[in-house]
């Protein structure tokens, strides 16, 4: 895609910003499964068989569950949220996940696509193949009709509801293999089929002896006869589903992924990948999301009314290893699209400033739009001349030839009619929000636009607000106007990543700056009021 697309860029800083120099991905997925034993709801040792991976991807599969092919309905949609006290979903391992990015939500960030993305990551950052990621999930706003197999269910049911649900009986096998190459079950939610030991208050027997990793463990042990999977080889027969399933073709599908583990790798990955793009027939998914080679984040003007525009931002170069030799320019064209040998600016960057989607490996390097030097940290833009768009070029240092970043010729599209005035400050309740507006533009409307959390029952909902500014001043400058807003800080804590952005009306067109964060250091606009 190209950039900007604010909710494809939301998504892709979510699943390929995910170690080292990850500012961006939020709130760190990763965080909960490196290492893949970590549960965050752990409630002592008699857990231990839990964990945040196992309860992610399981969640991810009882959402999708109730996918019905026949009619569109269904599907991934976060519609778990509301279907909790079903017995089909027995175990607090629903809650658990939605409540760990709960407060991450945002309009670009769904319920729904947060439940993908954490399955993803937990299968891929605890040994599994990578799962290619559409993005686009709209939440449901109430409960799916019914449709979790459960384990005393007979082969005949289970083989319908995945067909339902668009996976023939060797998809059904695959899938349920995969998904049990983690976690196991727990007596607290299935006390018939896990006996408690003496002395515990809970516990979880795992499918297979590698619960925290995916792997062919679960079909090895099947095969050999040597599982303890409780779904197999449980005293209670009627609940042995999986047994069941990987013998309902003669084991020819759990005999293959027993002999290869690459074969179940692959099938994992593309029935991994079906489970997360079932969705409901009116919800358009994205293509597949690819790292943007080049990717800007929070690029940004500040009006100063010294006659420059302040140009910061941070930059993004995927597939780039270290090199001392390199220097990367930013070139820009103005307003009126021209360009001149003036229209340019150093990006700097340290050695630290490293990220990555896969743990211990760098992929991507950080530059910061202007010098390291604390005198001269953004580029400064003349604001009569302005700035409509943005581009790099790459200089490796090394004789070979310059290269030009420029999104296929289309470069960095960015507006400057609207944009925050360095006047903004807050005083610890609410932010005095100053706007600079290019006199030229006359806007219908001026407003900054905040999301926020609605409950709804026991889910969550999430609304765009807007508060409209007022003119306070015109020909602040010579090309710009002054308007301003207050925006109470309760407006905008219902989430925490805090985030707002300026919109403007102007010619039926309505212009944004990016999200930025008005209460938290490190960003732009946040000074205390005099
Ligand atoms: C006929 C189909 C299935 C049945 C009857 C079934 C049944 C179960 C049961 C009874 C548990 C124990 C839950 C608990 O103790 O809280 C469980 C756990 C789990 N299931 Fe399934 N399952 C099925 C299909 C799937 C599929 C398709 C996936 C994913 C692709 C999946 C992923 C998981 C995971 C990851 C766990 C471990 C959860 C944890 O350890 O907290 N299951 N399943």
């Not at 140009?311 to 320019?329: A, C, H, L, V």
Request: proline share 5%; glycine share 8%; net charge negative.
């Amino acid at each position: 895609y190209t950039w900007p697309d604010p909710k494809l860029d939301e998504l892709e800083s979510q699943i390929y910003d995910l170690f080292g120099y990850n500012f961006n991905a939020f709130p760190g997925f990763p965080t909960a499964v490196n290492p893949c034993t970590l549960d965050f709801f752990d409630t002592g040792a008699a857990n231990k068989n839990r964990s945040n991976a196992a309860d992610w991807i399981r969640t991810a599969y009882h959402d999708m569950a109730t996918y019905n092919t026949a009619d569109g309905t269904g599907g991934l949609d976060g519609s778990i949220q509301y279907e909790q006290d079903r017995a089909e979903n027995v175990g607090d391992g629903f809650n658990n996940t939605i409540r760990f990015f709960q407060t991450s939500l945002s309009r670009y960030l769904s319920v729904a696509d947060s439940i993908a993305i954490a399955a993803k990551i937990a299968i891929e950052v605890c040994g599994g193949p990578d799962i290619p990621f559409r993005g686009g999930r709209i939440d449901a706003t109430g409960p799916n009709n019914p449709g979790v197999p459960e384990p005393q269910q007979d082969l005949a049911s289970h083989t319908a509801a995945f067909k339902r649900q668009g996976f023939n009986p060797t998809e059904m096998i695959t899938l349920v293999a995969c998904g049990h190459s983690f976690g196991g079950v727990q007596h607290s939610a299935f006390p018939d089929t896990v006996p408690l030991d003496d002395g515990l208050d809970d516990e979880s027997l795992p499918f297979d002896s590698t619960p925290f990793t995916f792997d062919n463990t679960i079909a090895v042990e099947y095969i050999q006869g040597t599982t303890r999977n409780p779904l197999v080889v449980g005293a209670n027969d009627t609940t042995n589903s999986d047994k069941r399933i990987f013998a309902s073709d003669g084991n020819v599908t759990m005999k293959g992924f027993a002999e290869d583990p690459e074969s179940f790798k692959t099938a994992c990955a593309s029935q991994f990948a079906n489970m997360l793009n079932q969705v409901p027939s009116d919800v358009q998914l994205s293509e597949v999301i690819e790292p943007l080679p080049v990717k800007p984040q929070l690029p940004f003007l500040l009006f100063t009314g010294d006659g420059t525009l302040q140009f910061s931002g941070q930059i993004r170069f995927w597939n780039m290893s270290e090199s001392s030799s390199r220097t990367i320019k930013l070139l820009w064209a103005d307003r009126s699209g021209n360009t001149d040998a003036s229209y340019t600016g150093v990006l700097s960057h340290a050695s630290n400033w490293a990220g990555t989607n896969k743990a211990g490996q760098t992929t991507a390097l950080w530059y910061k739009i202007g010098s390291l030097n604390q005198t001269q940290p953004e580029i400064d833009i003349d604001e009569e001349t302005g700035i409509s768009k943005f581009w790099f070029e790459v200089d490796e240092g090394d004789g070979s030839a310059v290269r030009t970043e420029d999104q296929n010729g289309a470069a960095f599209v960015l507006q400057d009619a609207v944009m925050l005035a360095d006047s903004t400050c807050n005083n610890g309740t609410l932010v005095h929000i100053d706007i600079a507006v290019r006199s030229d533009a006359n806007p219908s409307r001026v407003y900054v636009e905040y999301d926020v959390q609605v409950p709804n029952g026991p889910g969550t909902i999430i609304t765009v607000d807007t508060a409209d500014a007022a003119l306070l001043q015109k020909g602040v400058s010579s090309t710009y106007d002054l308007w301003t807003v207050d925006l109470p800080k309760t407006a905008i804590s219902t989430t925490l990543k805090a985030a707002v952005n300026i919109a403007a009306d102007i010619g039926g067109n309505k212009v944004t700056t990016s999200y930025f964060r008005p209460f938290v250091g490190g960003q732009i606009g946040y000074k205390r009021c005099a």
